[in-house]
């Protein structure tokens, strides 16, 4: 008798998820959605939409002055909400 490879479901639903090309939106959704977690919510306040284009994350920011503040800090911010994702998802954060 023979034993077959056991998996974790999780694993079989990532594999499923990068078959039918789904796992990159999954990710980019849950890096939008970690936005508040990572930013803080007094940021979260000033903030507007948001959306990823071309591995660049685009953030509108309505204060001027927390704009700046945050146009500082921008690596820091990608480096917080591509490990709170768990992969690269972006390479670069942009304020408008």
Known sequence: MFRKKEKLVSDIVLEILRVQGLETPL????????WEEVAGTLVTRYTGEKFI???TLMVKITNPAMRAELGMMRTQ????????????????VRFF
Do not use: P, T
Not at 29 to 34: D, G, K, T, V
Not at 86 to 92: D, H, K, L, N, P
């Open 27 to 34: 990710l980019q959704r849950r890096l939008i959605n970690s």
């Open 53 to 55: 284009k071309n591995q």
């Open 77 to 92: 911010l990608k480096d917080r909400l591509n490990a709170q994702v768990g992969a690269q998802v972006i390479a670069e």
